[in-house]
């Protein structure tokens, strides 16, 4: 399986970390190919923060082995630290220094070369579009400027490898998209980005995603592998009139699993052996006298995906706490 | 190495000069004090306000009573005839004494017979009183001894030569005996601690509590680059605190400046590594930068008090003694004193100097032990 660790920027085997009694991260195991948007997907709380910190060596595993960059997490971190940056979730440059305090402070630190601490000062400035803006106090920039000089200041010294936690939270959606821009382009150039997200939108920009719940990796795959590989039930859309109260009658149709409302329409999830279950759906609509516009299979979303095995996860371990409890 | 903590250097100053609150404790706070103590805090005992409960009213007791006020100890601020208005006045703590003289007490002086003084004193302050009580004596002695001369040139027509003890005083180091030059220099450790403390105290976890360390934590700066950075621009500081309050102590308070600068800067150099140990230590295990400044109160109030700063050390019980041996604030003290007052040099002090190296590694090392970039 590693066969070729030259080709694999991050790889980490059985990665636990606790607190005390509680299991933030459970044996998680993955690899991130060089060059690759590897996205880290799940809601809030599912130890995705504590993967990334254990990764860029902020954090000492309980348990389990990994390399970032080749050098092993336990004991070269500080290794680590000069071939990676790592932007963490909550802005952390000196909002009462300038912004080109913070870009200097950041590139004596990394020790940049005398020759090329200028161009990347002003390469920064540029990408981040602070050329107004350099004798501001960071104090004072909008969320999306300060994201893109904390970016710059993360990656002065060209790492080859950037960890990015929840990079767009708290962001307006403009600034959102050409902070993806910016991840295409550095992607581009040969650098592994290796980002955290809970937005499903966001997700679909990465090469490959893996999906953590309750701190345990539940599925890996690029976006169209868990699309098709992991769903083990048809998502059927259904757009009709008041969806809201269609979705109480559609609940004891034979074959529907799951309803739930997506944007315009209903999202229904069917047994995939179970025959004819759009004419069912269409015809218990019409007894009830909700107009249907459009009845069909889709491919799922990754939202379809992973609430579907959400909780498909969720099931598993209901009986089993019933018996521990 | 040099370039990482030049930058981590200017970071700080930055910071702090741009903050106010932090230019009035590096700045104004030394100011302050040096004048408050210089000034205001003085345990020189003059100008008591004073009763006078005279119910004689005779030669006798109106020349006592002008030795009184005469000494400028003494401050005869009010007259009174009943003995109720001399509690009323020591009640309201408008007058300190009360000097008593009965009827009779010119009289019994005439007749060559002991005539009683009564001095009241408010004893609330036992340090003052004894003090004042010690005046009286004095005062009382001579103006007896003067009335023994008289009696006896009446009687022989020669001044008496009685075989006796004269004490003849002399002070050392401080020759008028001000408080000031005790005082003033002793504020120089204050400042010194006080300031460093709470910087250093700050600095680690300030940047914990709004989340700028892990930014800094993820990058390859080691261990001893940051630990540098985060105290050599407060032990600058210091260095600035010292300067400023020597120059006010010498050239605004007079204070002797008579022992060596060179060395002062040296002690002052050993003395920062304890604060700036301690203070480091304070940073690494606090949480927030509340818990922070409660912890370094905690240790600076009592060290400030069992320094020798205002208590000697001689009074307190042995227990306590044996307890300021850890205490960094109590050699630099002794050094300061020496070094101003007396103008010894390390051939004495020296004793001091090692006690601080000590304590200064233990607490750097100890710090230092228990920052670690990445946690558990």
Partial sequence: ?325 | MRERITRMLIKEFIQILRDPRMRTVIFVMPLVQTLVFGYAVTTDVTDIPTALFDLDNSRASRELAAQFSGSGYFDVVAYIDREEAARHLLDRGAVKAVLRMNKGFGDALRAGRTAPLQVIVDGTDSNTAAIVLNYAGQIAGRFSEAVLQTRVVRATGEPATPARVIVETRAWFNENLESRNFYVPGVIVLIVTLVTLMLSSMAVVREKEIGTIEQIMVTPISQAEFILGKTLPFALIGFADVALVTVMAAYWFDVPVRGSLLLLIGATTLYLMSTLGIGLLISTISRTQQQAMMSAFFFYFPAMLLSGFVFPIANMPEGVQWLTYLNPLRYFLVIIRGIFLKGVGPELLWPQMAALLILGTVTLWVASKRFQKTSI
Avoid at chain 1, 89 to 113: A, C, H, M
Avoid at chain 1, 177 to 196: C, K, M, N, P, Q
Avoid at chain 1, 300 to 307: A, G, K, W
Wanted: aromatic share 8%.
């Fill in chain 1, 1 to 325: 399986m590693l066969s070729d660790p030259e080709s694999y920027a991050v790889v980490v085997r059985d990665l636990e970390k606790r607190f005390g009694s509680f299991v933030a991260v459970n044996r998680i195991s993955l690899q991130v190919k060089a060059g690759e948007i590897f996205g880290f997907l799940g809601p809030n709380g599912a130890g995705k923060s504590t993967t990334i910190r254990m990764l860029c060596g902020l954090l000492t595993p309980t348990a389990g082995t990994g390399t970032v960059a080749g050098f092993d997490i336990r004991q070269q971190a500080e290794r680590i630290k000069a071939h990676i940056g790592y932007m963490s979730q909550k802005f952390s440059l000196y909002d009462d220094l300038t912004v080109e305090e913070n870009i200097d402070f950041y590139s004596g630190i990394y020790r940049i070369p005398d020759g090329k601490k200028a161009a990347r000062k002003e390469w920064v400035i540029q990408m981040a579009g602070l050329v107004q803006h350099r004798t501001s106090r960071t104090a004072v920039l909008s969320g999306g400027w300060k994201q893109r000089l904390a970016l710059g200041c993360a990656i002065l010294h060209e790492p080859p490898i950037i960890f990015l936690d929840e990079p767009t939270s708290g962001v307006d959606p403009i600034s959102r998209r050409s902070f993806w821009d910016l991840i295409y382009t550095l992607a581009g150039e040969g650098v592994t980005v290796f980002v955290t997200t809970h937005y499903m939108e966001e997700a679909e920009y990465c090469d490959r995603l893996g999906l953590v719940y309750r701190g345990e990796l539940i599925a890996a795959g690029s976006p169209d592998e868990l699309k098709t590989h992991f769903m083990q039930d048809d998502i059927v859309e259904v757009l009709c009139e008041q969806p809201q109260e269609a979705l109480s009658v559609l609940g004891t149709v034979a074959g529907v699993k799951e309803v739930a409302l997506f944007g315009k329409g209903l999202h229904v999830v069917v047994e995939r052996q179970a025959a004819d279950v759009i004419g069912a759906i269409q015809s218990r609509l019409a007894e009830r006298n909700f107009a249907v516009s459009r009845a069909e299979r889709i491919v799922p979303s990754l939202e379809d995906v992973f609430v579907s095995l959400i909780e498909a996860r969720d099931r598993q371990e209901q009986p089993q706490a019933e018996v521990a409890g």
